[in-house]
């Protein structure tokens, strides 16, 4: 998973600019986290963020300080994208490699910032000052394109604003200053709200209309654990982040097991390409978030909460920090809250460092532990032993922010909105080839048709709902309804008009996968690749008719055989689109000549060895000098 | 009573190490019950070096590293009806693959031939060269199975295929029997 960490130049550390490492340093980093192992990820964006990169002598430390072998803090070192064993420059720019990114024209700001540092995408210059680099989606699409430097994010990136950007850093300034003169005195909040529009388009009536603070606290602190476990089973709520469980039950299977320790997380890594809806929670519902995870914590008995955020919402820290440290003060976290005797609840926030897999329930837990983002076996389910071992409730951002409200105006208004089966509002985060691109907080059961008026998106050909591992529908089924039995979204909706190319798109998807698949799985660590260089196939038109069953016996071999959802759904750009599309696959294919594969090019297979022997090929090259 | 026409069989041996020929030599006393349905036509075991008409199978041991091999696969499909990928090289590139492992090199080809020709451990090669004989067929950048190359219609799995499997399946095939193979059959050892 290390595209990204490539860097040229073969520099060494000597010369990179990065301080010699202490000793000293890297120990109190280590116990700054109380020599922990479970931190793993912690100590080591700290030691990455302090000298750009994870040294070798570095890890041998780190692992005499937890505890550990060399070679499992090394598994974690080099499962994330954002921390690298090469040093990484002062300045690192992630330019945000989504789909909508490239179609609103990433690649002449690429070359707007490669021409102004003197990199190419994937280098760092050999002073050491910069990196240039791609990262898949950071969550930014309604504002493309985007790029992440250090902890700093710009949006609406044009080859004149990155040519700016990049002049302003190479004459010293901070990153911070690319975004405000007086960065260091705006508040949290502020800067957020600087850095990133939230293009909040319609506000419903749940989350994003007005919302009283800590309302649904007081209420659940009068109310048994039993009594708001059945309010929001009541509800009908079902999680928001995509598998759409019934929120209610996961938190009775929770509550019922016995344990010493109950845990609740909250799962802020929202890294489905074209979904923000959790960006924009945590910046204008914060507190009502935090309020859910803590209604949650009385439901099921937990005293100790964490919140994940993604690596690439960094930028949110502080604001979550404030909020957090805030309601402690307030006396809204921490020993017995609300003043109910035993209410003891408090939250930990733990960064990602660029990872998808690690929006997968299991895998978001073993980051947590401070291993590797690796999935989990199921069962156990983590409502019976998840973090650590302890039963473990692991929500969506929208969904504690839905069950917060919930308690405040009672399970049946929730339960009147929607649709049988999807009840209550839902958050879109609409994108790509649409006039207002942003959020929209919708009921359940509105029709594609429906959304796309209101986002100005009427000429779509092509709408991909709920991401890459959703479904991409044609025209034809626009009629189809945004609900859980129909077409289901943890909020992704990605508008393409009728320029955009269909397999380019899918080939797109399919290296996203390739990119972030963790490797467990032979099928969807080699599969993802086999049907990416498939596509490929097509979109050169050398593919056959057989290709097709290819695709689909490849893609159901995928979806059986890997243990969790990023397998299972990966093969779904190619499915959906076969299904949906079929004249664009079948435009390309043609049966081969005499039974001579086209994908077979003699020219560049001989290419190497024509070089090596000097010399021309008898068989397959003109001999010219007759 | 006149003969029906027998079927012709042509077979060669591209990147293989003739183990897969020697299978079919493999048949044993039951090559002359073979006879009496077919008669072979290119083949090593005929020294016909060309087709002399077209054929109805032909039979591929090993896979392409070179040039040649390539033409003659393609020659192969241009003659035959039937094309059949016979043993592990064939189907998958088997061990001369393991070249194909070389990938973290900017000349990954390169590497290979100076190992073998110059500084592997257990190299004698006086000349220190790489062969370099005009006669010699350029070699492919990697080792590809037959079915990349050209399409293949049967492919017999082991390494080598058995004698047994070779029989069953050629003769199956002539007399439109042939439903795939006999699970005990497929051996790959």
């Not at chain 2, 592997?120 to 070699?139: C, E, F, Q, W």
Request: hydrophobic share 40%; charged share 25%; net charge negative.
């Amino acid at each position: 998973m290390d595209n990204g960490q490539k860097t040229g130049n073969g520099i060494s550390t000597a010369i990179c600019g990065t301080a010699p490492v202490s000793a000293e340093e890297i120990d109190a980093i280590c116990a700054q986290f109380g020599n922990d192992k479970h931190r793993m990820l912690d100590i080591l964006r700290e030691v990455q963020d302090r000298y750009r990169c994870i040294a070798p002598a570095t890890m041998d430390h780190i692992a005499a300080a937890t505890g550990l072998t060399r070679i499992e803090v090394e598994g974690v070192a080099s499962f994330y994208s954002f921390l690298s064993l090469t040093p990484k420059g002062r300045v690192t720019i992630r330019l945000c490699d989504d789909i909508v990114d490239r179609f609103s024209g990433l690649s002449e700001v690429a070359c707007a910032f490669e021409d102004e540092l003197g990199l190419k995408v994937g280098e760092t210059s050999n002073d050491g000052a910069f990196s240039l680099e791609y990262t898949p989606c950071i969550g930014m699409c309604d504002q493309a394109p985007a790029a992440m430097v250090n902890d700093i994010v710009l949006t609406k990136l044009t080859p004149e604003t990155a040519r700016s950007a990049a002049q302003a850093l190479k004459a010293g300034r901070s990153p911070e200053q690319l975004i405000s003169d007086r960065f260091e005195a705006l508040t949290p909040s502020e800067r957020a709200l600087h850095m990133v529009d939230n293009n909040i388009r319609h506000a419903g009536e749940v989350l994003l209309g007005p919302v009283p603070e800590d309302a649904g606290l007081a209420k659940a602190a009068t109310i048994t654990p039993t009594q708001i476990i059945s309010a929001i089973e009541e509800s009908g709520l079902r999680g928001c982040g995509g598998a759409g469980f019934t929120t209610g039950r996961k938190w009775r299977f929770a509550a019922s097991e016995r344990a010493e320790k109950h845990f609740v997380i909250c799962n802020a890594d929202e890294g489905e390409p074209g979904t923000f809806k959790d960006r924009v929670l945590l910046t204008e519902r914060p507190h009502l978030l935090i309020e859910g995870m803590t209604i949650a914590a009385r439901a099921v008995g937990a005293r100790e909460g964490i919140l994940y955020l993604r690596g690439e919402y960094v930028y949110l820290r502080e604001l979550l920090l404030q909020v957090l440290e805030e309601r402690r003060w307030r006396g809204l976290l921490g020993k017995d809250i609300l003043g109910v005797k035993g209410f003891d609840f408090d939250i930990r926030l733990q960064l990602g460092a660029g990872a998808y897999i690690c929006g997968e329930e299991g895998a978001l837990i073993s980051s947590c532990e401070g291993l590797p983002g690796e999935p989990k076996t199921r069962p156990p389910f983590p409502v019976n032993r998840g973090y650590l071992g302890y039963p473990t409730v692991v929500n969506n951002v929208e969904t504690f922010c839905h069950a917060a409200r919930i308690l405040d105006k009672g399970a049946a208004w929730f339960n009147a909105m929607g649709m049988e089966g999807s009840h209550g509002t839902k958050l879109f985060s609409v994108c790509g080839d649409c006039l207002n691109p942003g959020i929209y907080e919708l009921p359940y059961g509105h029709t594609v048709w429906e959304l796309l008026a209101m986002v100005g998106g009427e000429d779509a050909a092509a709408v991909q709902v709920g991401g890459p591992s959703g479904t991409m529908i044609a025209r034809d089924s626009f009629h189809r309804k945004l609900t859980f039995d129909d077409l289901a979204t943890g909020g992704a909706i990605i508008v393409f008009n009728g320029e955009r190319n269909v397999l380019e798109i899918v080939e797109y998807y399919m290296s996203f996968f390739v990119h972030e698949s963790c490797g467990y799985c032979t099928p969807c660590r080699v599969g993802n690749v086999f049907l990416q260089k498939a596509i490929q196939k097509f979109r050169k038109g050398l593919a056959n008719p057989e290709d097709i069953d290819y695709l689909k016996d490849l893609s159901g071999t995928i979806i059986e055989t890997s243990r969790c959802g990023l397998g299972m759904t990966s093969p779904n750009p190619v499915l959906t689109t076969l299904k949906n599309f079929p004249l664009v696959y079948s435009a390309v294919i043609k049966p081969s000549k005499d039974g001579i594969r086209d994908t077979f090019d003699i020219q560049s297979a001989i290419d190497g060895a024509r070089k090596i022997a000097k010399r021309r090929s008898y068989i397959f090259d003109k001999d010219f000098t007759q | 009573m006149s003969e029906l026409p027998k079927a012709r069989i042509a077979t060669a041996s591209l990147a293989g190490c003739f183990g897969c020929h020697m299978a079919i030599l493999d048949i044993d006393e039951r090559l002359i019950e073979l006879m009496q349905l077919v008669e072979v036509d290119r083949s090593p075991l005929t020294d016909k070096k060309r087709f002399t008409q077209r054929c109805d199978i032909g039979i591929i041991e090993g896979g392409c590293c070179n040039e040649e091999n390539v033409h003659v696969l393609h020659d192969f499909r241009r003659n035959c009806d039937v094309l059949i990928a016979l043993g592990q090289c064939a189907i998958m590139g088997g061990l001369p693959a393991m070249r194909n492992a070389i990938m973290h090199s900017d000349a990954p080809l390169r590497e290979c031939l100076d190992e073998a020709y110059i500084t592997g451990k257990y190299i004698r090669n006086t000349t220190h060269n790489v062969p370099n004989d005009p006669a010699l067929p350029l070699l492919l950048d990697e080792v590809y199975p037959c079915s990349q190359v050209v399409e293949i219609d049967y492919q017999i799995p082991g390494c080598a295929p058995s004698g047994d499997i070779i029989f069953d399946t050629l003769s199956k095939l002539l007399t439109g029997k042939f439903r795939g193979f006999e699970r005990d059959m497929i051996k790959f050892d």
